[in-house]
């Protein structure tokens, strides 16, 4: 039996999520809550003849949407319009993820949650903040949904290939953060395409990666951000979540955005590197309690233009970082 709850699950994410979840051959129940339209979305996924038992609760029925989950998804929040950047939601979306991480902690505090709202660097600190402050937070527990730089990555990347199918990729990844110069693509592994791509391609391949969100918000022309890739992007992070919290004897390596605690195996390692970063995106390996450890290698395997642009990002990092926290340490 496992239960997830979808939080923002009528927005242009949480509807194909959740459709997706519908379909998931591990999950057994969906719980899809909004402050508008859930009961709507979950009538009409629940005509769908799959095992997952699906039911929607209204904007004042978080305690019953959260009740006995294993896991909790949160695409709730604003999306960016043309010209905006990640840190321009902050405003709005910090808000809703503070009150959504307090009805967390309150009736799921053992739930797995996956924060998918933007700005992603600042979201989940402040989701951290709330459930220390509650006496509840578990580093294993906490991820920011950074799977979608990876889809990018490997799809941008295999435009490169000139085998004509498409390519898996499976020893690239994608640290740091998740906004602009805090997205570094880790390409230089996949040495036999990356190696033929020329000096300035791959500058334009990074570059693209990093601000591959812009063409999406720019093609929408004002409706919105990536939606469907992002919620492909999520489902297949929970699906190897799910497996591996399962106890699949498979070993499950994912990108992710976690805190680094010291109880994680391989966390004072990153924090030698970088003394003052709390929170990134790393491959991390999950199992039956969430993280399980860090896969550090990867900072070993760094060409020297990837190392900069990870000096970079963390910089950047620890403001958006810093912000979050602050938001929840000024508000109470
Ligand atoms: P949307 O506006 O289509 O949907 C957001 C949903 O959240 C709406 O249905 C709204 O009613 C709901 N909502 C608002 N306040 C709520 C609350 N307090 N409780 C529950 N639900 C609430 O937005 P979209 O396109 O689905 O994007 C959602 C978020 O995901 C945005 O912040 C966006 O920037 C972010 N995003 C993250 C990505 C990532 O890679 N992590 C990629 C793409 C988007």
Not at 2 to 9: C, H
Not at 34 to 43: E, M, N, Q, S, Y
Not at 57 to 69: F, G, I, S
Not at 301 to 316: G, M, Q, R, T, Y
């Amino acid at each position: 039996m496992t239960k997830l709850a979808v939080l923002g699950a009528s927005g242009g994410i949480g509807q194909p999520l959740s459709l997706l979840l519908k379909l998931s051959p591990q999950l057994t129940e969906l719980s899809l809550y909004d402050i508008r339209l859930a009961k709507g979305v979950a009538t009409d996924l629940s005509h769908i003849n799959t095992n997952v038992k699906v039911q929607g609760y209204d904007k004042d029925e978080l305690a019953d949407a959260l009740k006995d989950t294993d896991l909790v998804v949160i695409p709730a929040g604003i999306p960016r319009k043309p010209g905006m950047t990640r840190d321009d939601l902050f405003k709005i979306n910090a808000g809703i993820i503070r009150t959504l991480a307090e009805g967390v902690a309150s009736y799921a505090p053992n739930a797995l949650v996956l924060v998918i709202s933007n700005p992603v660097n600042s979201t989940v600190p402040i989701f951290k903040e709330v459930l220390s402050k509650r006496g509840v937070f578990n580093p294993r527990k906490l991820f920011g949904i950074t799977t979608l730089d990876l889809v990018r990555a490997r799809t941008f990347l295999n435009g490169f290939e000139t085998s004509g199918s498409f390519q898996k990729f499976d020893e690239i990844h994608v640290i740091g953060g998740h906004s602009g110069n805090t997205i570094v693509p880790v390409l230089s592994t996949a040495s036999k395409t990356y190696s033929k791509i020329a000096a300035k391609d791959r500058d334009a391949l990074i570059h693209r990666v990093q601000f591959g969100g812009d063409e999406v918000v720019k093609a929408k022309d004002g409706a919105g951000s990536a939606t469907l890739s992002m919620a492909y992007s999520a489902y297949i992070f929970i699906e190897r979540l799910l497996k591996a919290i399962n106890g699949s004897s498979d070993e499950v390596i994912e990108d992710t955005f976690i805190y680094l605690d010291n109880s994680i195996l391989g966390a004072s390692e990153v924090r030698r590197v970088f003394p003052k970063v709390d929170f990134i995106s790393l491959p991390i390996k999950l199992g039956k309690r969430g993280v399980e450890s860090i896969d550090t290698s990867i900072l070993k395997k760094l060409d020297h233009n990837e190392e900069k642009l990870l000096n970079i990002a963390v910089k950047e990092l620890n403001i958006n970082i810093a912000k979050g926290v602050n938001f929840v340490k000024n508000s109470s």
